[in-house]
């Protein structure tokens, strides 16, 4: 049988503990309930804490050794996830940022920037990934006009407008 593997916690309870009461999300208490429980001792496996915390092993395995590795501060912090692209490289966010800046010949939806990607660039993206993809980095949204009723009377209007 294998041996259980030990885990030397440098903080005490108490510090363990002030530090779950200033953490500001759930999953990050979570992470420092994990430290707590092990110094504690309350389970048998780590197998049973992570059912207990409702995380998967795998997850909890990802915090032991990130706190193994740098402290308990590291373990706390969320990990950017800003990861370029592999479909939309440079030159084609190049070439849709000129296309919808453009006044001239601007996009009339996003399934007109799916086809001009796939004409330009000879690359297929699919519609829902690259409406995402412009409306995070354009700020990009649809605009559809309100449909004008056939029987507005437009003198009515204007003298609706002219009455203070």
């Keep these: 049988m294998k041996k259980p593997q030990e885990l030397s916690i440098k903080e005490s309870l108490s510090e363990l503990k002030?530090?779950?009461?200033?953490?500001?999300?759930?999953?990050?208490?979570k992470r420092v309930d994990c430290l707590i429980y092990i110094?504690?001792?309350?389970?048998n496996t780590r197998?049973?804490?992570?059912?207990?915390?409702?995380?998967?092993?795998?997850?909890q395995e990802r915090w032991i050794t990130k706190?193994?590795?740098?402290?308990?501060?590291?373990?706390?912090?969320d990990e950017p996830k800003n990861t370029s692209s592999k479909i939309i490289t440079q030159e084609i966010h190049q070439g849709?940022?000129?296309?919808?800046?453009?006044s001239e010949s601007p996009f009339l939806?996003?399934?007109?920037?799916?086809?001009?990607?796939?004409?330009?660039?000879?690359?297929?993206?699919k519609y829902h990934w690259l409406?995402?993809?412009l409306i995070q980095h354009f700020k990009t949204k649809l605009k559809s006009p309100r449909k004008s009723?056939?029987?507005k009377d437009e003198q009515a209007i204007e003298a609706f407008l002219k009455t203070p």
């Design 18 to 29: 002030k530090l779950r009461l200033s953490q500001p999300s759930l999953y990050k208490r």
């Design 96 to 102: 849709l940022e000129a296309r919808v800046q453009s």
């Design 39 to 43: 110094k504690n001792g309350k389970f």
């Design 109 to 125: 939806g996003y399934w007109d920037a799916q086809d001009w990607v796939n004409q330009q660039y000879g690359v297929y993206i």
């Design 131 to 133: 409406r995402k993809y």
């Design 47 to 59: 197998k049973e804490l992570a059912n207990y915390l409702g995380v998967h092993i795998r997850t």
């Design 67 to 77: 706190y193994k590795s740098r402290g308990i501060l590291f373990m706390l912090q």
């Design 149 to 151: 009723h056939y029987k």
